[in-house]
């Protein structure tokens, strides 16, 4: 049953050291090359992440598996695996790619809002190289069906860089274990660049040699090597705390294990929050946050590189009335929910509004007006319910949505606020 959060804030200032879970993203990628390896590569730190948690259990086949009865899609599904990954969009993405490879036939659906997520540009790359998929439903859309056991046909594909960088990270993390290898050729602009770099550094601390020249990638088929990969506390689940810092009047929070040096593109909130007078200091293997009051000055913010960081920096300039421009926002139609169209409606509920004018959009905040209380509809998106919650620094109740929204990536998050005394005693987890 879903269930809402109260947040309140008495004091201003906050005061506190916050254990951040591992980064999905490192641990989604670290675990497919796991699996693919046979053991050979070991992963520290899982996280604890829902999406994690769903794409571990699949791999070590502990998923539902439905047999000689009709699953939810009317199909068929005798002596087929029925894998279901909920809203995880990795999971969903790099399972894709990685079923291609097994001796299995399953059938790989998720939540209402995966269905609506598109994954044809994928489906197509895999057909090109070789791979045996079928729509179940919509053509385009999951759930798919995976025959597996792919036979190379090819080993050159080009694919749309400017939908979702995920479809390219499948493709590179199966690219070893292909008998040709991969070369592929990215076709016009690359979003989400950094997971794209994300996923190659990774590949290569397993032993997997790349290049990349111009638009073109290529892994040869190569082995993995013996080794162990760590991974890093979320940089995007840090976020959050930039955006408490700013919008305290004090803060001095220290968040353990975070470096300068990360795999995450989304580390750049740093450089970003220091426009807000947030200053990160690192030391003691961890990044210390102070805050001083600081005029504002920059007006523009390309997140191209770092869509996961939308929420938190649109909403707190909406929330200090900064009335910015974000270019880079074209993939946030197609995450968890539509994030422009929720960005909408919930800052309406402040008075602000987020106009799109082609591919700029601009916070106008004219009739910005912070109301006593506020109701978060969270559309299914942990990021909505985490960057809103902020706004308890400024305003005296914030009911918060279906709070276990934010179990995707970061289960501990109502927890960690009641430490800080945002949350009620007691939160979720
Ligand atoms: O590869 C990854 O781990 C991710 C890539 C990004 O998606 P897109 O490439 O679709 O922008 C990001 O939004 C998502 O949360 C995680
Ligand atoms: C977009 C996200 O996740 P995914 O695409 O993996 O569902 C996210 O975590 O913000």
Redesign the pocket.
């Known amino acids: 049953m879903k269930h809402n959060i109260i947040l309140t804030k008495k004091s201003k200032s906050v005061i506190g050291t916050v254990h951040l879970t591992g980064s ?3 641990c ?2 670290a675990l497919i090359i796991e699996a693919l390896s046979g053991g050979k590569v070991k992963v520290e730190n899982i996280s604890d992440a829902a999406d994690t948690v769903t794409l571990l259990q699949v791999l070590s086949h502990k998923s539902k598996v439905e047999s000689q009865e009709k699953n939810d899609s009317g199909l068929e599904t005798q002596d087929l695996r029925l894998v279901n990954i909920g809203p995880a ?2 999971a969903m ?1 790099f399972l894709t790619a990685y079923f291609t490879l097994q001796d299995e036939e399953v059938i790989l659906t998720g939540s209402a809002r995966m269905k609506q997520r598109p994954i044809g540009i994928l489906v197509d790359a895999l057909r090109e190289l070789g791979a045996g998929i079928d729509y179940v439903e919509n053509e385009g859309f999951p759930p798919i069906k995976l025959k597996g056991s792919l036979v190379q046909l090819s080993n050159k594909v080009s694919i749309k860089g400017n ?7 499948a493709l590179l993390l199966i690219a070893a274990r292909l008998p040709f290898g991969l070369e592929l050729h990215i076709e016009g602009e690359l ?2 660049r950094p ?2 770099e ?2 190659l550094t990774m590949l290569q601390s397993a032993g997997i040699q790349h290049s990349w020249t111009g638009n073109v990638i290529s892994i040869p088929n190569q082995d993995f090597a013996e080794t162990s990969l760590h991974v890093e506390p979320d940089w ?1 689940a840090a976020s959050y705390w930039y955006a408490i810092a700013a919008l305290a009047d004090d803060a001095e929070l220290f968040l353990p294990g975070l470096t300068p040096y990360s795999l995450q593109g989304d580390s750049v909130i740093t450089e970003i929050m220091a426009n807000f007078g947030i200053t990160s200091q690192f030391k003691d293997g961890g990044v210390y946050l102070t805050k001083e009051v600081k005029p504002l000055a920059r007006k523009i913010f390309d997140l191209k590189s770092c ?2 960081l939308a929420q938190t920096i649109i909403v707190v300039c909406a929330a200090l009335g900064h009335e910015a421009s974000f270019t880079g926002l074209e ?1 946030l139609k ?2 968890e929910t539509d994030r422009i169209k929720a960005l909408q409606n919930e800052l309406a509920k402040i008075g602000v509004k987020l106009i799109e004018k082609g591919q700029v959009y601009k916070l106008d905040c004219s009739k910005k007006q912070i109301p006593e209380r506020i109701f978060v509809d969270t559309y299914e998106d942990h990021r909505m319910a985490m960057a809103f919650a902020p706004l308890a620094l400024l305003i005296h109740e914030v009911e918060i949505e279906d709070a276990d929204v934010v179990e995707k ?1 970061y289960p501990a998050f109502w927890k960690d606020l009641e430490k800080v005394g945002i949350a009620p005693p007691n939160p979720p987890r």
């Open positions: 999905k993203s490192e989604n990628r969009g990795t993405r939908v979702s960088s995920q479809y390219i990270t979003t989400s997971y794209v994300m996923t995007s869509p996961d993939t197609i995450k990536s």
